[in-house]
């Protein structure tokens, strides 16, 4: 027994010590202007949103938010013209996040627009281990920002500075921006986006849905970024469903993924100055020292119709800048409108040592687009299946291609293939080409033929 005594003293001396560091409620629920006895015990006596967004009300106390606290959010949460619902007032920890989780039928919703350039509908600004979870159908959305209502604003629906080991899942974020008129051509809606990221690492996006807001979702990096991770989302009707860019040149991310998301239309942010220009994915560097090293493009699918101002499906625009290594695989890229194609072409890369695998491009018609545009650089082009397009792949100046097998290419136009300045309308032609620092295997066809690797 005393063996038995010595352990259940320890189990007791170990809940205690762990009660002491992480003190603060475990559980406490707001709405707007609190219910009941506003005890923060449940929905039906919750705190006000004022008490999660004073700073003296976060710690380690028994009735604050601190580590290992849930705040659950409750009821409809309605917002004035560029106000911020909640702003994280400090942080979790390890194994003990933040979390604020949307109950069943919670809503911020804003009759003008919430936030600006630097606040969202929630704000997390230099805070650590914080998640915040739409749980079932949590929703953040605008009612009157867009072409022909009442404001033309700046807007974000969750804006996340400076957050490491942040998690946004499972929310909804819809109408940040609604850009229904081809003479909308404003400038604060370029700047609006559903979740927006700044200068953080170890950031997961992940299982949203965002509809109408310039940016679905915007990661903008620093030096030194790493480990953030956009997956599984549903994006529509956004001028870029996933922007990222560099934030100054000189600027690196790492262990960046884009992963999973389904992407689909923006023909409803054309305007009449080609003011906008639509990718469903476009990662870009802002100067010749930035980079995005081995940056995974993977397993989205984008598709619809993007409008006759598109640039590209997948875009990764090298101007200036630079791309280390990054692997674009198991995409499917396809056009609902075949009378609009991407400038660039569905898939346009650059970088150094890149890889384009397995992915498939369908352009719904031969006689306009590029199924994939690269360079400058040296990439490999592989196992990848393009079809109805005018232009099968094209080469930039500066451009080799290291590898080029097993790939398909089927129903092009005359002018199949490109390596600048040349076009080449056979497939011989292509194969002769001995410029491109390796053979372009014999199993690359106009028509048909092998495939190997991963299904797509």
């Not at 870029?240 to 040149?249: K, L, P, V």
């Not at 020292?289 to 989205?300: K, R, Y």
């Not at 006689?367 to 360079?375: D, P, Q, T, V």
């Amino acid at each position: 027994m005393k063996g038995l005594e010595k352990f259940l003293l320890l189990a007791l001396l170990a809940c205690a010590t762990t009660a002491l560091a992480w003190g603060s409620a475990s559980d406490l629920y707001i709405s707007q202007s609190g219910t009941g006895a506003k005890t923060g015990s449940s929905c039906g006596d919750a705190l006000a949103a004022s008490f999660f967004n004073n700073s003296s009300n976060w710690g380690a106390g028994t009735a604050q938010i601190g580590p290992g606290t849930t705040v659950h959010l409750c009821g409809i949460f309605t917002g004035s013209a560029g106000s911020t619902a909640l702003a994280f007032q400090g942080s979790g920890a390890s194994g003990n996040p933040v979390t604020v989780l949307f109950e069943a039928g919670a809503q911020l919703t804003n009759p003008a627009y919430w936030g600006s350039n630097t606040n969202g509908a929630i704000t997390a600004q230099g805070v650590s281990w914080i998640a915040i979870d739409g749980g079932s159908d949590g929703l953040i959305q605008n009612r009157g920002n867009g072409s022909g209502l009442g404001n033309q604003e700046i807007s974000k629906g969750v804006f996340l500075n400076v957050c490491k080991n942040c998690l946004v899942q499972n929310l909804t974020v819809a109408d940040i921006y609604q850009h229904t008129s081809t003479a909308d051509q404003s400038g604060n809606a370029q700047s609006t986006a559903g979740i927006d990221v700044n200068s953080s690492n170890n950031v997961t996006i992940t299982g949203n849905t965002v509809r109408d807001a310039s940016s679905g979702i915007q990661y903008n990096w620093a030096n030194g970024d790493s480990g953030i991770t956009i997956s599984n989302n549903s994006i529509s009707n956004c001028n870029w469903g996933i922007g990222a860019g560099s934030r100054n040149d000189g600027a690196t991310t790492s262990n960046f993924k884009i992963t999973g998301n389904d992407i689909s239309d923006a023909v409803n942010w054309d305007d009449s100055n080609d003011t906008f220009h639509h990718n469903g994915i476009h990662v870009y560097t802002t100067g010749p020292s930035s980079n995005a090293v081995g940056l995974v493009v993977s397993n989205n699918f984008v598709h619809g119709d993007f409008g006759e101002n598109e640039t590209g499906h997948i875009f990764l625009d090298i101007a200036g800048g630079l791309f280390t290594s990054p692997l674009i695989f198991n995409n499917v890229l396809s056009n609902s409108n075949p009378s609009h194609s991407p400038g660039n072409g569905f898939l346009a890369i650059g970088g150094t040592n890149a890889g384009i695998y397995n992915n498939t491009i369908a352009g719904g018609t031969n006689l306009r687009g590029i199924g994939i545009k690269f360079g400058p650089g040296s990439v490999a082009v592989e196992n990848n299946i393009v079809t109805d397009v005018g232009t099968g792949m094209y080469l930039n100046s500066g451009a080799t291609m290291t590898v080029g097998d097993y790939n398909v290419w089927f129903n092009l136009s005359g002018n199949a293939m490109k390596k600048e300045p040349e076009f080449y309308s056979s497939l011989a032609a292509w194969r002769g080409i001995r410029n491109l620092e390796c053979e372009v295997d014999e199993s690359i066809v106009l028509f048909g033929g092998k495939h190997h690797g991963q299904n797509h």
